[in-house]
């Protein structure tokens, strides 16, 4: 290839650099130029332009992407059409990514024209998540380059996706005197909301004493189930203490113990009767990311885990900042009465006192879905959603007649009086409602594909400060909704004015934010009457 300025008048075939403005519209970057792109740049005063012209043997960029592109699909990934010399990949199941680093490595080396950037080892992706995306830098590439990386990739894939199976899993929690019961119907919770993206449930739960020997009675009463999770009332420090000690009374194994991720380190790996059993560390009971997750979801695609296996997880191992020693920061984290640390509370805010303005003078939240309005059906959603503190309902447009759909449901209604000035009035209005939460999920009322699994797996991302202050829902990897935001953004929220939400406080605040992709769930609102219809609601236009 050969790039540079060349007359406007000797350019026709070559690959335009730099989109340039004519008096028909615009000549894109990457065009071929024609006779008829010549004549319409010379008329427009143009004298040279900044080309390439391709030798035999290139390939324009978006060939050469698709072509790479069309080589890294495999079962369980899809691969998009090539645009600006780009090819992304994405996940249709959810399972874990698997890239081979030294795959990949190899086929960066080929060239530097040439780039495959892809997620990390391990990553949990759902449906319609990106997980790697081909850029061919200069508008062409050697096609010798091109067949270099097919070479590479006809030896073996640079990734694959190992889909989640649904499992039935048994849960067995002990107790000691001080243990409360709140505690552990929290932590069932929040196990059952860790285990849905793969489709696996808890199918019986026991509880009993913090006891060896009982312990082992209620391990050998587990018959359906593919996977145990043992949450014992005292962290296991010793391969002696009591969930290891129980395992081997029941006639099990115990494989590994220890790991070095932190926060997790107290986790315990063994199996009996053919089936995993995983002592869960005590941070398991916390949504919050941590080594658990990571034993967890390998269990959940079929990838073993072995003692060497978990050593290996040392590097990228700190999930998070571990309290300075001898003692924590003060006031750093809240904890109730037993010293437990409790995680950030959420608190769900509802927009539902829009105008509906795009509907043709009529409430889109009063339409018709499965024959209840769309705002109930919006806030029993909200209410589904097991890790959420309380929920808000925003209303302002046909207030009375919104109220009266919500009827019987357990909501604190907020007035907005000034919701003809914009959503921000509404935002606004919501996180005055909610000022005793840590963090306030913004929801529209619009979103009927929304579940309330989604919104627990958004509250579960949801930090409260640093990294996760932010959560924004996605859809293949555009930022959509809802989002959440932490409290500590009031005075930012406070400043929105106008028909504007979150985006401006997420866009100043990049480091903050985590997404999770959702999939359509995310991007899906019912704004006109024929989105609406699309989505199954009714309309009753009186």
Same mark, same amino acid.
């Given at each position: 290839m ?5 007359p ?5 075939g070559a ?11 615009r ?28 030798d ?20 369980g990934l ?34 530097p ?6 997620l ?12 790697a ?16 990386v097919?070479?590479?990739l ?6 694959r996706?190992?889909?989640?199976r649904?499992?039935k899993?048994?849960?067995?929690q ?19 909301a ?6 696996s ?12 020997q ?5 391990l ?16 296991v ?5 009591v ?27 063994g199996?009996?009767g ?7 560390p ?23 885990v ?12 700190l ?16 904890e109730?009465?037993?010293g ?12 539902a ?7 043709g ?23 589904a =959603?097991?890790? #959420?503190? +309380?929920?808000? *309902?925003?209303?302002?447009h046909?207030? !009375?007649?919104?109220?009266? &759909? $919500? ?10 009086p ?61 930022r ?5 935001l ?5 005075? =930012?929220?406070? #400043?929105? +004015?106008?028909? *504007?939400g979150?985006?401006?406080?997420? !866009?100043a605040?990049?480091? &903050? $934010? ?18 609406l219809?699309?989505a199954?609601?009714?309309l009753?236009?009186g």
């Amino acid at each position: 290839m050969r790039f540079g300025q060349l007359p406007t008048r000797e350019a026709e075939g070559a690959l335009l650099a730099h989109s340039q403005a004519v008096a028909t519209g615009r000549i894109a970057k990457g065009t071929r130029l024609s006779a008829g792109d010549i004549e319409a740049l010379a008329e427009a005063g143009i004298a040279a332009v900044v080309a390439a012209r391709l030798d035999a043997d290139d390939l324009a960029e978006d060939e050469a992407a698709a072509r790479i592109g069309a080589a890294l699909g495999g079962s369980g990934l899809s691969v998009a059409g090539a645009a600006t010399g780009r090819v992304n990949v994405f996940a249709e199941a959810a399972g874990l990514f698997m890239p081979d680093r030294a795959v990949v490595d190899r086929i960066n080396a080929v060239d530097p024209s040439i780039t495959l950037a892809t997620l990390g080892e391990f990553e949990p992706v759902g449906p319609g998540r990106m997980v790697a995306t081909v850029k061919i830098i200069p508008l062409a590439v050697a096609g010798g380059s091109v067949e270099a990386v097919l070479k590479v990739l006809a030896e073996g894939p640079a990734f694959r996706l190992a889909p989640f199976r649904a499992r039935k899993v048994a849960l067995i929690q002990t107790e000691l005197a001080g243990t409360r019961p709140k505690t552990l119907d929290k932590t069932r919770r929040i196990t059952d909301a860790r285990l849905s993206p793969s489709g696996s449930s808890v199918v019986g739960e026991t509880r009993t004493a913090h006891e060896a020997q009982a312990l082992a009675q209620r391990l050998k009463e587990v018959d359906d189930a593919d996977l145990v999770l043992v949450f014992g009332a005292s962290a296991v420090i010793d391969e002696d203490d009591v969930v290891p000690a129980a395992i081997r009374l029941a006639g099990g194994r115990v494989d590994h113990l220890g790991m070095p991720v932190d926060p997790g380190n107290l986790l315990l790996l063994g199996a009996l009767g053919g089936r995993p059993v995983v002592g869960a560390p005590g941070c398991a009971r916390s949504p919050k990311e941590n080594g658990f997750d990571w034993i967890i979801n390998r269990l959940l695609a079929d990838l073993p885990v072995s003692g060497e296996d978990i050593r290996k997880m040392g590097v990228g191992g700190l999930l998070m900042e571990i309290a300075s020693r001898p003692r924590p920061r003060e006031g750093e984290r809240k904890e109730d009465g037993d010293g437990e640390a409790d995680d950030p509370s959420v608190d769900i805010v509802v927009l539902a006192a829009g105008k509906s303005s795009r509907m043709g003078g009529t409430n889109k939240l009063l339409a018709a879905f499965d024959g209840k309005p769309l705002v109930r059906r919006s806030v029993e959603t909200a209410l589904a =959603a097991r890790n #959420a503190a +309380s929920v808000h *309902v925003v209303v302002g447009h046909m207030r !009375a007649d919104v109220v009266a &759909a $919500l009827d019987g449901l357990d909501v604190q209604i907020v007035g907005n009086p000034n919701y003809s000035d914009g959503l921000s009035t509404s935002v606004k209005a919501g996180f005055l409602a909610a000022r005793e939460a840590d963090g306030i999920l913004v929801m529209l009322a619009d979103q009927p594909l929304l579940t309330g699994k989604d919104l627990d797996r958004l509250i579960a991302a949801f930090t409260g400060k640093g990294r996760g202050a932010i959560v924004a829902a996605c859809d293949r990897g555009e930022r959509r909704n809802p989002v959440i935001l932490s409290r500590q953004f009031a005075d =930012a929220v406070d #400043a929105l +004015s106008g028909d *504007v939400g979150a985006a401006r406080i997420i !866009a100043a605040n990049p480091d &903050a $934010l985590i997404e999770i992709d959702i999939g359509p769930a995310a991007s899906l609102d019912v704004d006109t009457p024929e989105a609406l219809e699309a989505a199954g609601g009714r309309l009753d236009r009186g």
